[in-house]
């Protein structure tokens, strides 16, 4: 009898640590984000989410890593809001900064996961800030469309918002990131320093980075990646993922130029994406992928490796009269450039769409997120 008590307080403790309030909450997200209006605004109203510091900061928006490489970001400024979340009290302390989903921000209220290790690391005297990436650019979601906004910005927000907060009164100088999909791949942009070195002073970095099902295939990362050299990292994904595949991102965190160890590859089989939403997997039609299209990568001076995207942007589709027309069209209007881009791709019928995703395994990973930013920030 004694046993089964206690089996029984344990679900009991265990379902409570991992209840949400989504069903009670009672927050527009449409309504809440507009160019003007950052969603963060109106989340950090909400219960349990209220004691925070909204802090708004100027940010850039790019088409990839080249138009970085060359300046061309800084043709088009943009203020970007973030919410920080502190542990109670006055100490200092090193600060997580969480990048969302094709989702979009709306991540921070309806993602179970996202809220609950939220509030583990501020348990254990660790810093969260939110961060919207989509609402001021013109996006709530991008799920359906990912050519709502391109993906090298999100990480460039993030880096401008440790650039702020490493001279913020409670902040110790260690900080980590992470994210989940578009969030995972924010944290793979912001693990090189080829691209940091653009945003901070000297080569340092993110001291911990956790990329979680990022894109690897056709983010435009570096070919040759070389990681900052203050940073240790944790790449999971999900082995069954069918939306951004895990054998890429094995592939790229392999490539990756770094100390022995500093890199660790956690491929979870049979997981899918979005293997912590606390439900069971489900066949999501409208998300879009892009696995028959052409690999995306770059050289160290940000000029595609792929031979097959110069010659359909200039040749075959004749949407720039020069590989050089092309990249100064993406500093002028990196949006623009973009949407070109997808549409040339629509075109080459490259782009498919319906994914799996979901799972029950939130217990199970929880521990592991969360002991890797206390071993790698306190």
């Known amino acids: ?12 403790f265990t379902t409570n640590v991992y209840a949400h309030f989504t069903k009670n909450i009672n927050f527009d997200s449409k309504a809440n984000c507009t160019k003007k209006r950052s969603m963060l605004k109106g989340i950090s109203k909400l219960k349990n989410y209220k004691g925070g510091e909204i802090i708004k900061f100027n940010s850039y928006t790019g088409f990839d890593q080249r138009t970085v490489l060359i300046d061309g970001h800084l043709n088009n400024p943009i203020e970007i809001t973030g919410y920080l979340r502190l542990p109670q009290g006055t100490d200092k302390v090193p600060i997580v900064i969480y990048t969302h989903s094709s989702g979009g921000p709306g991540d921070y209220v309806w993602d179970d996961f996202v809220y609950h290790a939220a509030q583990n690391l501020l348990k254990e005297g660790i810093g969260v800030m939110y961060i919207d990436n989509f609402c001021p650019r013109g996006a709530r979601a991008t799920w359906r469309d990912q050519s709502k906004v391109p993906l090298i910005n999100g990480a ?22 992470t994210g989940h999909s578009r969030g995972g791949t924010n944290s793979f942009f912001v693990s090189d320093v080829k691209l940091t070195s653009k945003f901070l002073d000297g080569t340092k970095g993110f001291d911990a980075i956790l990329p979680e099902a990022a894109e690897c295939r056709m983010a435009g990362f570096f070919a040759e990646p070389e990681l900052t050299p203050n940073t240790t990292m944790l790449v999971v994904h999900g082995g069954a993922d069918d939306y951004t595949l895990a054998k890429f991102c094995k592939e790229h965190a392999e490539r990756i130029k770094a100390p022995p160890g500093k890199v660790k590859i956690d491929i979870k089989e049979g997981w899918y994406h979005v293997w912590h939403s606390g439900k069971k997997p489900w066949r999501e039609k409208m998300a879009m992928t892009l696995h028959d299209c052409p690999d995306f990568y770059v050289d160290n001076e940000g000029r595609f490796t ?70 790698n920030l306190l």
Not at 1 to 12: A, G, Q, R, S
Not at 158 to 168: C, D, E, F, G, T
Not at 346 to 372: H, L, R, W
């Open 1 to 12: 009898m004694k046993k089964i008590f206690l089996l029984l307080i344990t679900l009991i």
């Open 156 to 177: 460039i927000d993030a880096l401008m918002a440790l650039k702020v907060l490493q001279s913020h009164p409670r902040s110790n100088g260690k900080f980590g990131t």
């Open 306 to 375: 792929n031979p097959i995207w110069v010659e359909w942007m200039v040749n075959k589709h004749k949407k720039y009269a020069s590989e050089e027309a092309f990249y100064e069209a993406a500093q002028k209007d990196p949006r623009k450039a973009w949407k070109t881009g997808f549409k040339i791709m629509k075109k080459e019928k490259c782009i498919s769409k319906g994914v799996t995703i979901g799972g029950d395994n939130a217990e199970v990973y929880m521990p592991q997120f969360i002991n890797f930013f206390k071993e």
